[in-house]
C-alpha cells in the first residue's frame, strides 16, 4: 500500500480541525474530542448538550458530501482491510481512548494547544505507538 503525499489538502484539513476546535471552546467551552462528543451525543445531559454534539457530528459525517460539491466527485476512499479487522481495531481504540482519559483529536488538538501536561505525554505515547506499528505492519509483517 502506497501513501499518498497530499500537503495542500492536509493543511486545509489541519485548519479547518484547529478552527472548528477554537470555535468550539470559545462559544460553548468545550473540547473538541471525538469520543468524548460521540459519548455524549449518546447519554446526553440534555436537549442543548445533544444538539451542539449532532451539529458536530453531522459536520464530520458530510465532509465527503462537500469534497463532492467542491471537486464534482466523491473522495476515493479505500479501506485495506477485512470487516473483522476493522472491529478488532475498533475495541483496541475504544479501549485506549478508556485508559488515555480521551482520543487523539482531544490531546492532541485540543489538549496540546492548552499545554496540558496529560496531553503531551499522551499524543507523545500516541505517536510512539503508531510509529512502531507503521514499521512492525509495513518492514516485519510485510503489510
Known amino acids: ?25 470559545a462559544i460553548l467551552g468545550r473540547v473538541m474530542g471525538a469520543t468524548g462528543i460521540v459519548a455524549g451525543f449518546i447519554a446526553p445531559r440534555s436537549l442543548s448538550d445533544w444538539t451542539w454534539r449532532a451539529a458536530v457530528l453531522a459536520g464530520m459525517v458530510s465532509g465527503p458530501l462537500v469534497v463532492m460539491l467542491i471537486t464534482g466527485q466523491m473522495p476515493d ?34 489538549g496540546m494547544a492548552r499545554l496540558s501536561p496529560r496531553s503531551i505525554v499522551a499524543t507523545l505515547t500516541f505517536m510512539l505507538a503508531t510509529g512502531i506499528t507503521v514499521y512492525v505492519i509495513r518492514h516485519i509483517i510485510g503489510g
Open 77 to 110: 476512499i479505500q479501506v485495506p482491510t477485512s470487516v473483522p479487522m476493522l472491529i478488532v481495531g475498533g475495541l483496541i481504540v475504544g479501549i485506549g481512548v478508556t485508559f488515555g482519559s480521551g482520543c487523539t483529536s482531544g490531546h492532541g488538538v485540543c
Open 1 to 25: 500500500m502506497e501513501t499518498v503525499f497530499t500537503p495542500l489538502q492536509s493543511l486545509a484539513g489541519g485548519a479547518l480541525i484547529g478552527v472548528s476546535a477554537v470555535l468550539l471552546m
